[in-house]
């Protein structure tokens, strides 16, 4: 009786296994190394011509030390770019909020056989290089473009100089929110589209009007979904430099174009760790605030 059990047992720690044995291999390869090995190289002095000292010095000690956390802590420019950063991801995330949410409840309350073609015009982009798309805008936001001119005469009308919309922060908000506005419909429309209309329905033959049935019944159900694309927006937003470095100008630098040009340019690689450790540390703190935030919700409306 027991060997039957006993088998079907390792059958099953072995199916567990072979199900969650590659994408653990795949974190501890991927994210869990890299991970400790700028944590290590943090802690290590840069070498005379770059990269990273020797672990051992002449006479055979450990050559550690931790000047490059207290240079970020001392220099304020770095933390200054960091809460630059910071700011411009969170304006991203709500940007992207309030341009996904009526896209995404459009695509959701849209008849069926509508839905797969409006799902697929929101991540048609991706099917395009990223530069690519981030160089259009260039010609968008560029001083002869119909746009800019266009602004520039409206301003005028008003006595408003012309103002130049390329390489300016408000240039690199307009990139941010291109790129990563999928990321927040997606997600909000998976929600969105697994509403039952009966709740809805039910709430209009009570008398409730069309904002009390959005604000008491659509939105509450639909926080799962905000709460994830804000984190799919947020965490990459607050890392990337390609969009500042080709929308930015000099004053738009953040702490991803710091990290790159501690790395390739200045090849500091252990000040480069640090800023790399401090990004990964507000990553997951804004991944653990998304969870906590997000969990009294699903317990109350599971």
Sequence with gaps: MNKPVS???????LARWLISG????YLLLFFAIPSLIMVFASVRYAGDYGGLAPVFDEAGKLNLTLENFQRFTSDFIYTAIFLKSLMYAVITTCCCLLMAYPLALLIARSPKKYRDLLILLVILPFWSNFLIRV???MIILGPQSGLTQAVNYVLGLVGIEPVRLLFTAFSVIV????????FMVLPLYANLEKHDPALVDAAQDLGASAWQRFWRITFPLSLPGV?????LVFIPALGIFAVSDILGGT???MIGNVIKQQFLETRDWPFG??????LTVAALIAAGIAVLVARPRRETHG
């Design 7 to 13: 088998k079907s047992a390792d059958r099953g720690r």
């Design 135 to 137: 160089y259009a805008w």
């Design 273 to 278: 760790s640090v800023l790399s450790i401090v």
């Design 22 to 25: 590659p994408p653990l291999f």
């Design 227 to 231: 709460y994830a694309g804000a984190a």
């Design 175 to 182: 990139g941010l929110v291109y790129v990563h506005l999928p």
């Design 251 to 253: 004053g738009s630098d």
